[in-house]
């Protein structure tokens, strides 16, 4: 009989779920569950840092599940773990972090920030999960938007529906030009990404 999914994949609004598939990047928030060898998650996070890193660091595997471990999360491409809140790791995204940040003082003026600077702003984004208003012709790609049919990922002129149970986008959308959208990526990070950080987008986005 096969198990069902594990629960630690994580969806555009940040929410964590179990469907099968991994994704392009591994994060953590911290220690997510409890125990040894239970797959139960037992809060959101557990620090302000929500990180997003590569799959394989070094020679370095993650065990899944173990006590007294930050909980490994999983996403489809890096326009979701941004929508959700997460920016680069500084250990083993290095160059993607360094380009983060740059952009991040660009957009802001002044010194470039610490990580905990851009946690704590971000941390504070996150806690307005409903959304914010930006204008649609001001949207770089990317971002993810609220639509009826789900949230979506801008692309180039149309937008890609995200699928939680196939854990891909599954069809497209035309892309407003006039009026605005409610966004679901963090407004310092949608700054960053019209900067021109080349955020990574899943294939199935066309």
């Known amino acids: 009989m096969t198990s069902a999914p594990a629960r630690n994949r994580v969806t555009p609004r940040g929410d964590i779920v179990g469907v099968a598939g991994r994704g392009a990047w591994m994060g953590n928030r911290g220690r997510l569950h409890e125990g040894s060898g239970t797959r139960d998650i037992v809060r959101n996070h557990q620090s302000k840092a929500w990180l997003t890193c590569v799959l394989e660091f070094r020679g370095r595997r993650v065990r899944q599940w173990e006590p007294n471990r930050y909980t490994p999360l999983y996403f489809l491409d890096e326009a979701v773990a941004f929508a959700a809140g997460h920016r680069p790791c500084a250990e083993c995204r290095r160059d993607d972090y360094n380009a983060y940040r740059q952009l991040w003082r660009e957009t802001r003026g002044g010194p470039a920030p610490y990580a905990k600077d851009m946690d704590n702003q971000l941390h504070r984004e996150r806690d307005n999960r409903g959304g914010h208003s930006l204008p649609w012709h001001t949207l770089p790609d990317g971002v993810f938007v609220s ?32 009026g605005t959208a409610s966004v679901l990526t963090p407004p310092s990070t949608v700054a960053v990404l019209r900067a021109g950080y080349p955020v990574q987008i899943d294939v199935s986005a066309g």
Do not use: C, N
């Not at 789900?150 to 599954?170: C, F, I, N, Q």
């Open 147 to 178: 639509t009826d049919d789900g949230p979506a990922v801008v692309v180039g002129d149309h937008l890609a529906v995200w699928d939680e149970k196939t854990y891909a986008y599954r069809h497209r959308l035309p892309r407003l030009t006039a």
